[in-house]
């Protein structure tokens, strides 16, 4: 199964932008879809954002997020990157990568539900 760790969260101006890694070990990293959800604060359902299927350029964004988030993923590297412009406080919470096995044929999936593997969060915050 794989592993997944979150990094480059912090604090940020409204405007700016953040990119976010997320780097998996164990596993064949290849095969598994990766999907980024934020959760604005503790108790609260968690958004989907984006989600990469296991080869590009299959990807989907939330409706809040497209055209200033752009996800990614290096299958050499292991990692998966969302790249985000344009900040908004609103954009606030914390991280989550995750990533399920992927199927050839399956849909990309925005439900967290469909989703096995996840990391332990990392913290954007933007300021107004």
């Known amino acids: 199964q794989v592993q997944l760790v979150e990094s480059g969260g912090g604090l940020v101006q409204a405007g700016g932008s953040l990119t976010l890694s997320c780097a998996a070990s164990?596993?064949?990293?290849?095969?598994?879809?990766i999907g980024w959800f934020r959760q604005a604060s503790p108790g609260k359902d968690s958004e989907f954002v984006a989600?990469?299927?296991?080869?590009?350029?299959?990807?989907r964004y939330g409706d809040s997020v497209s055209g200033r988030f752009t996800i990614s993923r290096d299958n050499a590297k292991n990692t998966v990157s969302l790249q985000m412009i344009n900040l908004k406080p609103e954009d606030s919470g914390v991280y989550y990568c995750?990533?399920?096995?992927?199927?050839?044929?399956?849909?990309?999936?925005?439900?967290?539900?469909?989703?096995?593997?996840w990391g332990q969060g990392t913290q954007v915050t933007v300021s107004s």
């Open positions: 995750a990533g399920y096995y992927s199927v050839w044929g399956r849909p990309l999936q925005t439900a967290s539900s469909a989703y096995d593997y």
């Open positions: 164990g596993g064949t990293f290849s095969t598994y879809s």
């Open positions: 989600a990469i299927n296991r080869r590009q350029p299959g990807v």
